[in-house]
């Protein structure tokens, strides 16, 4: 939802100290704010689930729904395939939905592919927390980046370079500076990396899904491209207008393949489907199936005619679909000289179907998830805290988990409690053998965010206490409550306040303070009610480790 902020600052604070006792309080806690138990699960960042399968973070944006609302919707991965390290193996490359790519290296053989677990490359095609003096939001980023993924040889140098689209309509070319047997991607700003679409340097559509493919047998690839506008999208040929090297498009030399039809969020992938020598187009769209375009031109000389309103729906075995808002990749993983499906689910999992028909006529089976192996221990997840950006801004390997002496070597409660547990934030060593240099946003501002809204009165002060220490580079660690008011049926933030920033280090302290809640919001005719809904959360920046334990936000006597 886009943040609206009427006014800030309209919490009052009472003597805050990061050691001052608190006020005598009365009533339940309403944060919830122990961590002696969480629940067990599996460490996200290895891109392996508790399942043993292929599972990257999964990510959402905002999208018709079926009942003509937007609405924040989950969208899957995009998946390419190819040789990215030069060991004759093919090598599994992953988009995921908040803008993390992933590599996933080939450990089997030729005919028996074999993926462990994978690495979060040095790639980033977002944008951070965009904030201003008034806290407002920049409605730009809202969401997340939902990256459309394909490898592509453009020099000919035998290495592959990433092209992808983006939410926002981006198109962009990152290119591999390392060799066919050691890739190496630097991350450059998405200006330095971006392909124009448009004379006018514009954006051309929403969900950019792109497909590099020589078309016009000139040597050059062209851009066949998937749009995701509501009511608009349809797959289009851009013809390029410049060289392999410095691709250019516009929409001077733009032509519509194939119109949407009332299809949406489309993702095409161009194949000889019945091995005529003519380019077919296989779509993912929204509702979840993965739609065939056989091409009816005469000769593969001519230009391209599509059947554009009977695409014929790929069956996987007795189904015809796949999940909503499905991506797809065609790729021989096998090395049967069969084009086999790689498809994606809107939680994160990575699918195949093996083909299993012969040249001309392919038939699928029922889709399975690939397989790996989590090389990290299981962690204890917080139940009712979470790790959370308004925006993802490119930082991986982040973990927020509960923690204690059994589960952490050396770790020491606090002193004068009965606690054994705390919950950490830390940047954990990935151990990557392929990308040792991660991307890391600068000044980047980390969140904690309280998973449950909560119910505070006007006109009644709040004790606010917790115990924090730190380990590293941790500054500025601020706490903030924010109020949600509807109107006209739509959630917006209203008010917030900041605490100021905490002392912070190595050794456990408790930071106390108070506030209320004024019955009238000053400067604005606007009333406070009575009783409002709440947002918590906590901010800091830096790449240390935070542990924090007995949050509390308790009403004071």
């Not at 993983?333 to 012969?358: H, K, R």
């Not at 059994?406 to 770790?411: M, V, Y």
């Not at 240099?437 to 917790?466: C, G, H």
Request: aromatic content about 10%; hydrophobic content about 35%.
């Amino acid at each position: 939802m886009l943040r609206s902020t009427f006014l800030c600052s309209t919490l009052l604070i009472l003597g805050f100290t990061s050691t001052q006792a608190g006020a005598a309080t009365t009533g339940p806690n309403l944060l919830s704010g122990d961590f002696e138990s969480g629940l067990t699960t599996y460490n996200p960042w290895a891109g392996v689930d508790d399942l043993g399968s292929l599972h990257v973070i999964a990510g959402a944006q905002k999208a018709v729904s079926d009942t003509g609302t937007v609405q924040n919707l989950p969208f899957s991965p995009s998946v390419a395939v190819g040789d990215l390290n030069g060991d004759g193996l093919k090598d599994l490359v992953v988009a995921d939905a908040r803008g993390f790519f992933w590599y996933y290296p080939n450990s089997g053989k030729p005919n028996a592919p074999v993926f462990t677990h994978g690495e979060v490359m040095p790639v980033w095609l977002g944008a951070g927390f965009v904030e201003d003096s008034t806290d407002e939001r920049s409605p730009e980023f809202e969401g997340d980046v939902v990256p459309r993924l394909q490898l592509v040889d453009f020099t000919g140098e035998k290495k592959l370079s990433i092209v992808s689209g983006t939410f926002l309509g981006g198109l962009y070319y990152v290119h591999n500076n390392g060799s066919s047997t050691s890739p190496a991607f630097r991350t450059t700003t998405r200006e330095d990396a971006q392909v124009p679409t448009h004379s006018g340097g514009l954006m051309w559509c929403n969900y950019l899904a792109p497909f590099l493919y020589d078309w016009s047998g000139s040597g050059r690839l062209d851009l066949v491209m998937g749009d995701g506008s509501y009511s608009a999208n349809s797959i289009y040929l851009f013809t390029n207008m410049g060289n392999n090297d410095h691709p250019k498009f516009t929409e001077a030399k733009q032509v519509k393949l194939i119109p949407g039809m009332g299809r949406e969020d489309l993702t095409p992938q161009v194949v000889d489907w019945n091995n005529d020598g003519k380019p077919d187009i296989i779509a993912g769209e929204r509702i979840g199936y993965i739609n065939l375009y056989l091409n009816q031109a005469a000769s593969s000389n001519d230009a391209p005619v599509f059947d554009k309103d009977h695409p014929q729906h790929i069956m996987f075995g007795s189904s015809d679909k796949t999940g909503t808002l499905t991506t797809v990749c065609a790729a021989d993983i096998n090395n049967d000289n069969l084009f086999d499906l790689i498809v994606s689910s809107t939680d994160g999992t990575i699918m195949y179907s093996l083909n299993v028909g012969t040249p001309g006529a392919p038939k699928f089976g029922p889709l399975t998830p690939f397989k790996g192996v989590n090389p990290f221990p299981k962690i204890i997840k917080p139940r009712t805290w979470v790790y959370d950006r308004y925006r993802p801004d490119g930082a991986a390997y982040e973990l927020l988990e509960c923690v204690n002496a059994q589960t952490e070597k050396g770790f020491t409660p606090p002193p004068d409690t009965t606690l054994k547990g705390a919950m950490k934030f830390s940047v954990i060593d990935p151990h990557n053998v392929y990308f040792t240099s991660l991307y890391v946003p600068s000044d980047a501002k980390r969140y904690i965010r309280y998973a449950s809204k909560i119910t505070l009165q006007a006109e009644k002060r709040y004790t606010l206490s917790f115990l924090s220490r730190t380990d590293g580079d941790v500054s500025e660690l601020t706490y903030h409550l924010e109020g949600l008011q509807t109107i006209s049926g739509k959630e917006l933030r209203w008010t917030q306040y900041s605490g100021s920033s905490l002392n912070t280090g190595s050794s456990w302290s408790r930071a106390n303070d108070q506030v209320r809640i004024p019955s009238v919001i000053p400067g604005n005719s606007a009333k406070t009610p009575e009783t409002g809904s709440f947002v918590f959360w906590l901010t800091f920046k830096g790449s240390g480790t935070l542990y924090l334990d007995d949050i509390s936000l308790k009403l004071a006597e």
